[in-house]
């Protein structure tokens, strides 16, 4: 069965300091990959994805993120945070078996001026 | 603008009603997704369909239904309503479903008294 952990529910940074929001996976096949993020009071929009080839992803707004295979990571990154960046974030698998879409429970990042 | 309207916005009823959201999907998109977001449980997948079809099915209760139309707008039907089905409930759609990219509408938000 796939599962999503997204380790801690709210993140606080600096402005101009790296922005590291964690994401874990569990998949019994090859998975895909996604973030997105939501900003207040409105519906979720897609960061990145990765379905097969490189495992370096980027996406919008300067996100990126990094398939581990080994690690079962895809942990989504931004060198330098933005006060814009401030929202919900959320990191779902799925797979091309079950077409399910598992999302983690998000991370709620804050950008501290 | 994803694309994805959803209606109605705001929904207030009382527990045992039923009520009908609707979702129109992006234009030349096939499969339409609902979930609910409430803040115990987070976003949970409840279903998908795909050109008129149901694909797949996550944590949907037996009172809720929903169908997708030839037209490809789709329903969610919540009966038997409980105060703890007061939500937002979001629905996506993306070109097959596959692995795709889901573009979210704004959300209906539904509550319960």
Request: charged content about 15%.
């Amino acid at each position: 069965a796939q599962s999503v952990t997204q380790l801690g529910s709210h993140v606080s940074v600096s402005e101009g300091a790296l922005v590291l929001l964690r994401c874990n996976y569990s998949s019994s096949v090859p998975p895909y990959l996604f973030w997105y993020v939501q900003y207040p009071n409105q519906g979720l929009q897609l960061l990145l994805k990765y379905t097969t080839g490189a495992t370096l992803v980027k996406g919008i707004n300067g996100f990126e993120a990094e398939f581990k295979k080994s690690e079962t990571s895809f942990h989504l990154t931004k060198p330098s945070a933005h006060m814009s960046d401030a929202a919900e974030y959320f990191c779902a698998v799925s797979d091309s078996g079950t077409y399910k879409y598992i999302f983690g429970t998000g991370t709620r990042l804050k950008v501290l001026a | 603008d994803s694309g994805v309207t959803q209606t109605p916005k705001h929904l207030i009823t009382a527990t045992g009603q039923r009520v009908t959201l609707r979702c129109s999907p992006r234009s030349g998109d096939l499969s339409v997704y609902w979930y609910q977001q409430s803040l115990d449980q987070g976003l949970q997948f409840l279903i998908q369909y795909y050109n008129g079809e149901e694909r797949a099915k996550g944590n949907i209760l037996e009172r809720f239904s929903a169908q997708q139309f030839p037209d490809l707008h789709s329903e969610l039907n919540l009966s038997s309503l409980e105060l703890g089905d007061s939500a937002l409930y979001f629905c996506a759609s993306s070109q097959s479903g596959k692995a795709d990219t889901q573009y979210f509408g704004p959300g209906t938000r539904l509550t319960v008294l």
